[in-house]
């Protein structure tokens, strides 16, 4: 047996057994489904997210438009309205589309602000990869006579974590990302391939398959962390399109190779020269990659939260006048001090991508805010001044020794009367080493997407039920009007 085609045991076995073999995985997928979906809330009114709108919306009507595009329904008339929408499917102007359209537009409006979660040692977004080609699928197969029970979608959530964090950290992610590649984009297609390969029934040799198919479709560069541009506002959703069509493909009986992830001219030895193959299959059913997720409090490259952290400490922790910093000193991994330093004021992909921009809006903004990066913020004097008090961004051994795994930074400020103040942060808020609470999750729900609709998704994932359809997720889904949430706050 390959090691593709024991991935792909392990994966399959897991169907009708989740909750007896990691009894804590489908409370985790359903935290998963409502950070996610706040993540696609948030990120539908974007206009990066509305080209993939526009895009998809030429396949609007046709026979297999059954997939909902979220953030697409016009506002209800109150929030009554919304309730009462019983088993109507959606408002009349939503947009339904093929389900690989879908799938590309719900995980370019996942992924469309930074606000995603994140597997540490992968360096990938599970969520807005795996949860949209989840949805999807499961709306599809609905409308389409093979009904989905809650069940299915959470444990195909579960299979889809495991399928991309297992390709991402055997593909050996630091010099794969090092290399040129963004790994959301490359792992992603097999987390997608996973989930839709869970929700077709496919045994071993389908879902084996499925991952063969689904390395041929991997794709996605770093460039834009070079010269700028839209495409990593893409790479989600098309990872989650490759995936799906990876699997759609299998179910129409193409077959794929026998070992795509670890065979000789396999995924982790085509893109990375330091593959780690082990990682693929070791220790299956012991660790779960739904274990290692972050969940992200802050809009921004989340190797940068450590510094972010150590910055916001100094402010508030060790009430640092920040009116007084005259110098900034910041360490983290190499990966950081190599593809994070840039001005941060040119665009909001480099804000967010900014180690230098992202320091000093700890230190005078509230990057826990997606309105820190809107274009007016961005473009406050005040933070470009901050952000030019940063001298140095270097590499420290210590962060590289646990990079990506755990992450570090360290932030040293030094103050007009020559003090100078330190911290360091080593295993960020919202990660393994330091998770959100349930709490401080839905505060993070509320933000983002806006209070109302921020309840409306919560109360719609918690009503997925273990079995029965799924119709009624979909109709509260439906119904939730994105501009209300510009208009409760943040950046739209």
């Known amino acids: 047996m390959t090691q593709t085609a024991e991935l792909a045991a392990f994966l399959t076995g897991l169907q009708g057994r989740v909750s007896a073999t990691r009894p804590a995985a489908l409370t985790q997928a359903r935290s998963a489904l409502v950070d996610t979906l706040a993540c696609m809330v948030h990120g539908s009114r974007l206009p990066w997210t509305q080209a993939a709108h526009r895009l998809v919306a030429t396949e609007h009507g046709g026979a297999d438009a059954h997939s909902t595009v979220i953030g697409s329904a016009g506002p209800p008339s109150d929030d009554a309205a919304a309730n009462a929408a019983g088993t109507a499917l959606a408002a009349a102007d939503t947009l339904r589309v093929s389900v690989r359209g879908a799938a590309l537009a719900n995980g370019a409006a996942a992924h469309a602000f930074e606000l995603d979660d994140v597997h540490e040692e992968a360096i990938s977004h599970p969520g807005a990869v795996v949860v949209p080609a989840a949805l999807a699928l499961a709306e599809h197969l609905d409308a389409t006579g093979s009904p989905q029970r809650g069940i299915d979608l959470l444990e195909a959530i579960v299979v889809g974590y495991e ?65 700028g541009g839209m495409t990593k506002r893409l790479h989600a959703g098309r990872a989650a399109e490759g995936g799906v069509t990876a699997a759609l493909m299998v179910a129409e009986g193409f077959d794929g190779p026998a070992d795509g992830l670890a065979g000789t001219y396999g995924f982790c030895h085509v893109f990375s020269p330091e593959p780690q193959l082990h990682l693929l299959t070791e220790h299956l059913g012991g660790r779960w990659m739904f274990d290692e997720i972050t969940v ?98 270097t590499a420290a051994p210590e962060f590289d020794a646990t990079y990506a795994w755990k992450m570090g930074g360290r932030v040293r400020v030094t103050l007009s009367d020559g003090s100078v103040a330190e911290r360091t942060v080593h295993g960020q808020r919202g990660s393994m080493h330091s998770p959100l609470a349930p709490a401080e999750l839905m505060a993070k729900v509320h933000r983002v997407a806006g209070s109302t609709i921020g309840a409306r998704v919560h109360d719609a994932v918690e009503a997925v039920p273990d079995s029965g359809p799924l119709t009624p997720l979909w109709a509260r889904l439906a119904v939730m009007d994105t501009r209300s949430a510009g208009r409760e706050g943040g950046t739209r």
């Not at 920040?322 to 992909?349: C, F, H, L, W, Y």
């Open 296 to 393: 992200k409090p802050y809009a921004a490259c989340s190797d940068l939260h450590p510094m972010m952290q150590a910055a916001e400490e100094l402010r508030h922790d060790e009430q640092v006048p920040v009116d007084q910093i005259v110098r900034i000193e910041a360490e983290g991994p190499t990966k950081a001090a190599t593809q994070n330093d840039m001005d941060g004021t040119t665009s909001v992909m480099a804000a967010q991508y900014s180690a230098q921009f992202n320091v000093a809006a700890a230190l005078l903004a509230d990057p826990a805010d997606p309105a820190t990066y809107s274009p007016t913020a961005i473009a406050d004097p005040a933070l470009a001044d901050m952000q030019a008090k940063v001298v140095s961004l």
């Open 163 to 227: 399928a991309m964090g297992r390709a991402g950290i055997a593909v050996g992610p630091a010099a794969h990302m090092l290399g040129g590649f963004h790994p959301t984009s490359m792992s992603g297609v097999f987390g997608a391939a996973a989930a839709a390969g869970r929700l077709l029934g496919f045994d071993r040799a389908q879902m084996t398959a499925a991952l063969g198919v689904a390395a041929t479709l991997a794709s996605g560069t770093m460039e834009f962390a070079a010269s």
